[in-house]
């Protein structure tokens, strides 16, 4: 028996044109989420990782708010077709919590309308958690499905990606401003003598 080919999406549903340029945007913006985040995890980036990754999720993040901004995209069919197995984004989990080393852990709120309760957060867990979730919907939109693809991404963001990429955000700003900003006053007394005093 020979090779049997994969199956493609039953039948193409036909998008609108700023559908089609909404899933087209998101698609673009996912697949260079995945870059920038699975490149930090090499962990061969320098110091500006914490400035990459906060671009990344802030653009990740405008995806998302135009995904949620929309009317609810429904798919004809009532069942999610296979896009294949999960990704495993252990790979880039684990290079981003070494990449992360000391900076990881983060207190986080399960819900700040409903439960205010704090518990713990892991910046790489999030981002993981966010590049599982767009490349999941990104398999879709390869194969064709748009409509279908941006039924996950809408979904996921509202569900999961969302808040988890909004948690992570906050972090990253967090860690750039104390990064930045908890310097001793001494050593910036002498940078502004200098700028002053050349």
């Known amino acids: 028996m020979g090779e049997q080919p994969l199956p493609g999406p039953a039948a193409a549903e036909p998008v ?8 087209a945007g998101t698609a673009a913006g996912a697949r260079a989420y995945l870059s920038t985040v699975t490149e930090v995890a090499t962990g061969r980036m320098d110091s500006t990782a914490l ?3 906060l671009l990344a999720v802030s653009q990740a993040l405008l995806s998302g708010a135009h995904l949620g901004a929309v009317a609810d995209v429904v798919p004809a069919r009532r069942f999610e077709p296979d896009a294949g197995p999960d990704p495993d984004v252990d790979p880039v989990r684990a ?3 070494n990449v992360l080393e000391g900076l990881d852990d983060y207190a986080d709120v399960v ?10 957060g892991a910046l790489s867990d999030d981002l993981a958690s966010v590049a599982a ?12 499905d748009v409509t279908e693809a941006l039924w996950w991404w809408q979904f ?8 988890r990429a909004s948690a992570a955000l906050r972090v990253l700003q ?11 006053a001494e050593v910036v007394a002498d940078a502004e003598f200098d700028a002053l005093h050349p």
Do not use: I, M, N, Q
């Open 174 to 184: 967090s860690l750039l401003a104390h990064l930045r900003l908890d310097v001793d």
């Open 111 to 120: 819900d700040p309308l409903t439960d205010a309760k704090l518990v713990r």
């Open 51 to 53: 400035s990459v990754l």
């Open 133 to 144: 979730d767009l490349e999941h919907g990104l398999r879709h939109f390869e194969r064709g």
């Open 156 to 163: 996921s963001y509202l569900s999961s990606w969302g808040s």
């Open 95 to 97: 290079g981003l919590a």
């Open 16 to 23: 609108g044109p700023e559908l089609a340029a909404l899933a």
